[in-house]
């Protein structure tokens, strides 16, 4: 088993691709660091069995979490997460969906937080353009920002930069 669980939920596939472009970019440098898992398809157990956790979560419906998430979420809600270090990466379109860019990860991250978790992976809201967030606090989302309607450009330099922070943040 590897030292981090890499979940994600993907309704059309846009967050599948990111997570295994992230899943492959970690086996660079160890290809035993990151086991990945659909959400979907996953036990609570199999999530409580890592102390370092990286979710990865489009958000829809205007402002909701994606369908596997959000069944799975309150199987976990309330189980013991202190001393997890949780890191999440959220999909949205910042230009469809201005009025709530990544609100899945704001939703998520008060879950995880709610049970005990300690959140890392804190990510710059500069160079996107949005007006309103549930991931935002202050100048931060709770997590990365990957849009790939309308910045697919962007995203490779963006997970790089990403990994490079977690890496550091979980000490792997
Ligand atoms: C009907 C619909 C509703 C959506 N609602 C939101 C939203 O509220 N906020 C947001 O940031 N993105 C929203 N999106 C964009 C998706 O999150 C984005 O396309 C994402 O890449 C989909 O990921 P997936 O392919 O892994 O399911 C929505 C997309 C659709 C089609």
Known sequence: MGKIGLFYGSSTGNTEFVAYQMKEEFDRRDPSLV??????????????????????????NTGQLQDDWEIFLPKLAGRDMKGKRVAIFGLGDQNG??????????????????????????????NY????????????????????????????ARLQEWINQIAGEFGV
């Open 129 to 156: 353009e949005f007006e309103e967030s549930r991931a935002q606090v202050e100048d931060h989302f709770l997590g990365l920002g990957i849009d790939q309607d309308g910045q697919a450009d962007a995203t490779p």
């Open 35 to 60: 086991d990945i898992h659909n959400i979907g398809s996953s036990t609570p157990e199999q999530v409580l069995g890592y102390n370092y956790l990286i979710f990865g979560i489009p958000t829809w």
């Open 97 to 126: 969906y201005g009025f709530n860019f990544l609100d899945a990860v704001g939703m998520l991250a008060d879950a995880v937080m709610a049970d005990g978790a300690q959140l890392w992976g804190l990510w710059k809201t500069s």
